[in-house]
């Protein structure tokens, strides 16, 4: 997981404007404003004085994929041109949570579960981020907001006038509907856009859905006397499903931190329509030679694209392994050096049988026995490569063990613990 | 200004509950709720608890008339029933002031001012309100405001939708007409609400503009699982002008702490069409009297209006003077006992002669030069009696001095000091 020095190239400072922006305005939907972006990147040139590019992190749902990655290596580009990178963990929003206690998926977090999500989220990060002070830097917003006041809120939201707050589609759309929004969401970009002044940010990034959040910052640094920060947005990448954006509970994601014959299986399996976002996106490959790929045999770009972003990720991987590991499991075989685990006997019946469901989750392919037989409902489940039917089966464990999988690409050996 | 014993009568508790609701009733434009009053008021009868009634003063403007005395009365008849009075002195929201800086009427204020005016609203008070401590409870909102966290602000905010706030009439009309609304502006209802909160009120008085204001406190104690508030609102008194609200700057009223004379003689200048809401208002006279009184000759309601208002606010004066001194002004005359002023010979040109502007504001009648020559342009002052018109003139001081008169009702004796 963390960096080989091959994959930390040295810093390309000094490089001329014209230059630098050709790398930053790829793959980018909104740049508020290029004219901006270019001034600052003028003085920083002159100055030698690095452009200071934000970057908010919520420690709420640190499982990364390749949807965060898109944004994360944008960041990278910065940090390679010898910007400095700011990466805001919200730590203190996420005490917060939903006050209003209706969103299960924001659950109050004590400061010290936040942080360390942060901690998990950042390793992650290092996949992609270069770590050295000079370019990275770690802020957390209770720096700032836990010692605000009743004065400094009304002061702060005094810069701020309701009609532009929901001039924001969300709610604007759900005030006409007659949903309701709860005032303190209303809040929320503000002291999003607070963090933005307190941090003197240059730049924000951030995906499309973070536009409007991102332009109240740079409001505020106006109002703030500061000068205004750029806002980059960066589109929300579809999954595998090739319709809805990569997300883990859509299932249609591939995870930063996969194996390389997971992620390099993942990308062979991206849909036709997709590749020439996912090059874009996440590879470096020349505009020319995407295109001469797009034009060529599907498979063949698959493979380069397969190769490209597991390398990026994985740069000590075996790529000749992963693909012929890829090959075998979709001609329906079993891959060799799979991971096995070894059962208790304690988990047999009485008959000296095992539940199928129970094997399924001391695999790790499930959490619960419930998910597990919902798997099997769904013909989720193979055993020895043939599908298995019984949510409530029991199987016996014979000297050789049992091959379970998961999907097209998940495999575990399961066998008796002597 | 304080009070006598001759206008506290001893508290009348243990009063039936439907004798309180027709005391409490009166003059009351909204009651919401009366059922809720009614429940409230026989569990204070059954316990012996009395009521908690909160209002909130606001001390940046400390100088109290006749249309806060509206208000006041009917905390006294709360009083008079033995339940609790609170005042909620805002004395940190004070000391933001209007944050956008473009209300000049809402300076910051430091809490040494906040407090200091706090101290002459509350002393203007003493005119009206019972001051043993059984009845009368003062609080500071920086008691819980100072140390309201932003996580605090969030839970609060959280408690509230967006469109019940902007249900506000003013709101919803000035976001139709695109006339900036600031967000600090919506979290002050709230912040005020939460005021109730913190003071457990069982009852609210105000103004018909602050209805919303405090049905806001009423609906946030019920999402802090307290018994919500009845919300009583009165009605705001038309000042001299018989158009307008009574206030200091339309100079339309009739302030706390006039002297008796000047008191008798704004309310004999009371319009006709305002006696029936004047009496019901600012007296306890019953409803069968002031039918009788509005049915017969103006000048008579007017008498009995000016004394009974006069003696409520100074038990001790002498009501017949007050009346004589009143018909000589309306005559033309000019009143005996009246201030005099002593000008030092410094204040003379070459010519021994004084600008009278410069008399004006020696006087008291003025506070600059600009402004008593602007009195001067209006026809507003006389001298001995006739119209003064030339604002730059200049006049001798005999030994006898000058009577100088500013409108219908002040006079000043002005005298070469020796």
Known sequence: MTQTAAHNPPIQRHLPVDQQLAILRRGVVDLVSEDDLKRKLQRSLATGQPLRVKLGADP????????????????????????????????????????????????????????????????????????????????????????????DIISLAAKYTVARILERDDFSKRLSAGTPISMHELLYPLTQGYDSVALHADVELGGTDQLFNNLV?????????????????????VGLDGSEKMSKSLNNYIGITDEPHTMFAGLMKVPDHLLDNYFTLLTDLPREQIDTLLAGHPVEAHRVLA????????????????????????KGGIPENIPSIGVPAAEANEQGQYPVARLVVLAGLELSNGSARRLIQNKGLKVNGEVYLDPYGTLELLSEGLVIQKGKDKFVRVEKRE
Chains 1, 2 share one sequence.
Request: aromatic share 8%.
């Open 307 to 330: 190769r490209e972003v597991t390398a990026f990720f994985h740069p000590e991987a075996d790529l000749d392994a992963a693909l012929e590991r890829f090959q075998s499991v979709a």
């Open 60 to 151: 709420t749902r640190p499982d990364l994929h390749l949807g965060h990655a898109v944004i994360f290596r944008k960041m990278r580009q910065f940090q390679d041109l010898g910007h400095k990178v700011i990466m805001l963990i919200g730590d203190f929003t996420a005490t917060i949570g939903d006050p209003t206690g209706k969103s299960k998926t924001r659950p109050p977090l004590s400061l010290e579960q936040a942080r360390a999500n942060a901690q998990s989220y950042l390793e992650q990060c290092q996949a992609i981020l270069r770590q050295d002070e000079e370019v990275l830097e770690i802020r957390y917003n209770s720096e700032w907001l836990e010692s605000m006041g009743y004065k």
């Open 217 to 237: 910052g740079r409001g505020l640094q106006r109002d703030y006397d500061q000068e205004p920060q750029v806002v980059i947005t960066l589109p929300l990448l």
